[in-house]
């Protein structure tokens, strides 16, 4: 019995005990879905005596928006796409991580893109999670040979069987290889190439859908094919459904990688900064890998030692040294090529 105890009692011992108490603190973090899941975030609340409160958010302008509108102070980490984080550091909205506390040795070397992550020797964010935009399919309904040819894919074969995943820069960036271009060689002069593939895309397609209606679509049978699926499109669903399925064609696919950082005005940058640490060590990784949202590949390669062998085979964990060599990163164009990339998308959308 504590000496609080022993000498005080009635009310007086309950103010002794809330004292003795340390108030839980609260984290508040913008995120993409697949870190709502519970499985990911209770650990680090319960070590850290701690609540974080998630927002989730599609599309790094959104997240922007969101920031501008808040007051400073209000969000302590954010989840972006990891093209997009030279948008955050030049929006002076991110801090510098320590990166001697970031356990970027033991990443798949091709995903810790220094380049990326940081800007005049400081590291302002940090790769968590990557995968493929590529095509996800019923393999009981295609012929797979034909997954592994784009022109296969996209011809007659196929029409009305697909659908395309709503996300212009990676279907252009699929479009792109289907037509031999690289996806860092995308220029206004390319675009009238990419837009005829685009163009026989959308008249195969049944539909144009986001994550969830694409993959109920695929589930469904509603369509067969999901150009710009991938493992975070199916592997979720490998348990109950292993027909469904997806492959890296021939002429390649696109590389989607996702970063997060500690929001540079954060009122708690030390618990910000812990977040962070926990999201990319093993135990982290390995959770955020298999989210019930979606999965994908882990940046930290450690993370394969809590995998179930299963879930090693859903995310095609022995063929990431192949995958990686054969897929480009998504196409990342300065302002003006953007916005003749959108009008194109949206032009090719209303066909």
Same mark, same amino acid.
């Given at each position: ?104 040795? *033991? ?157 540079? *005005? ?69 302002? *003006? ?15």
């Amino acid at each position: 019995m504590s000496n609080c105890l022993a000498r005080l009692t009635g009310t007086t011992v309950l103010v002794c005990a809330a004292g003795a108490a340390t108030a839980q603190e609260e984290l508040n973090a913008l995120v993409w879905c697949d870190h709502t899941d519970p499985a990911l975030i209770e650990p680090f609340e319960e070590k850290f005596n701690a609540k974080v409160n998630l927002r989730e958010y599609e599309g790094t302008g959104a997240a922007l928006a969101l920031l501008e509108q808040s007051r400073p102070g209000d969000w302590d980490v954010l989840v972006i796409d990891g093209i997009d984080v030279f948008r955050a550091v030049d929006a002076g909205i991110l801090a510098p991580l320590p990166a001697d506390d970031l356990p970027t040795a *033991d990443f798949f070397p091709e995903v810790v893109m220094e380049e990326n992550n940081s800007a005049d020797g400081q590291v302002y964010a940090v790769t968590e999670k990557f995968g493929y935009n590529t095509i996800s399919y019923n393999a009981d309904a295609v012929d797979e040979a034909d997954m592994q040819d784009m022109a296969a894919v996209l011809s007659e074969k196929y029409a009305g069987r697909l659908s395309i995943y709503d996300y212009y820069l990676p279907v252009m960036g699929l479009a792109a290889l289907a037509d031999g271009i690289a996806t860092a060689d995308i220029d206004g002069t390319s675009l009238e190439s990419i837009g005829a593939t685009l163009s026989t895309m959308k008249e195969r397609s049944a539909s144009v859908a986001g994550v969830v209606a694409a993959q109920t679509a695929l589930a469904t049978g509603e369509v067969d094919i999901v150009v710009g699926g991938g493992e975070w499109l199916t592997a979720v669903l490998s348990n109950e459904r292993p027909e469904l399925t997806w492959t890296i064609p021939e002429q390649g696919a696109v590389r989607w990688t996702q970063s997060i950082g500690v929001l540079a *005005d954060s009122e708690k940058p030390e618990l910000a900064t812990e977040f962070v640490k926990y999201i990319v060590s093993p135990e982290g990784q390995a959770a955020l890998a298999t989210s019930s949202c979606f999965w994908g590949m882990p940046a930290n390669a450690k993370a394969g030692d809590l995998l179930s062998d299963a879930q090693k085979t859903a995310l095609r964990w022995d063929e990431q040294p192949d995958y990686l060599a054969r897929t480009q990163l998504y196409p990342a164009p300065d302002t *003006d090529l953007d916005i003749e990339m959108q009008d194109l998308w949206l032009e090719t959308l209303s066909q």
